[in-house]
């Protein structure tokens, strides 16, 4: 006697919450990439200063965020917005002196990143290999990242600057695969806003990486 029917109903609900998941996980990012875009416009005077306190104050609602999302879905995703616009805040002086001196980069850069973040996302999200290996190489492959800015502050390395965004962008490749993956395979609705926030944050800094490539590549 074949049971298969009988397996399909909870196959279907959980393609459901999947399906469920992407959707509201990608309009998240959507609204916090507006959200940020308002507060990079509203924080275009400020000064770095300013800035850092920002990128402080979101770091913070960050880790708040760890702990709403067990015990309010409304307050989890309060604090998405939140951190949306305090991230824009604290990029904003970095974005203005852009848009003064070579505002073309800026475009450039969205245009860039857009494709690199669909291309390497459907990677992730179509692949049935797990990635879980490669999460451990790309946050240990970050610490190391960000020792080699730390090193670059005091050596002047020939071409460090491109190196770095290379490296980034490598490592940064690898995050946004993870994040599709974890967003293919989780059906918990609950963790959307997590979810958004992550795959934002790999957005944002892919396109910091090409800003600054396509700035060097003016410059030269």
Do not use: H, K
């Not at 875009?37 to 306190?53: F, I, P």
């Not at 770091?59 to 309010?72: D, H, K, N, P, T």
């Not at 460090?160 to 995050?175: E, Q």
């Not at 963790?191 to 003016?218: C, E, H, K, M, T």
């Amino acid at each position: 006697m074949d049971n298969s029917f009988a397996y399909r109903p909870a196959g279907l609900a959980v393609r459901d919450r999947s399906q469920t998941l992407f959707a509201q996980t990608m309009g998240y990012v959507a609204a916090t990439t507006g959200l940020f875009a308002l507060g990079a416009y509203l924080g275009r005077d400020l000064s770095g200063g300013a800035g850092l306190v920002a990128y402080l104050a979101a770091f913070a609602v960050l880790i708040g965020m760890q702990f709403a999302v067990r015990r309010s879905r409304e307050l989890t995703v309060g604090l998405l917005a939140a951190f949306g616009v305090l991230i824009g805040l604290a990029v904003a002086p970095t974005l203005a002196v852009y848009a003064g001196t070579d505002p073309q980069a800026l475009w450039q850069a969205g245009g860039a990143t857009a494709l690199f973040v669909a291309g390497f996302g459907a990677a992730g999200y179509a692949t049935r290999r797990d990635l879980t290996a490669l999460a451990r190489i790309c946050f240990w492959a970050l610490v190391a990242l960000i020792g080699f800015s730390i090193v670059l502050i005091f050596v002047n390395v020939p071409n460090g600057a491109l190196i770095y965004s290379v490296l980034g962008l490598i490592i940064f490749a690898g995050f946004i695969a993870i994040d599709f993956q974890r967003l293919r395979r989780s059906s918990e609705v609950e963790s959307a806003p997590l979810l958004a926030a992550s795959i934002f944050l790999d957005i944002l800094n892919v396109f910091l990486f090409f800003l600054q490539i396509f700035r060097g590549g003016s410059d030269r």
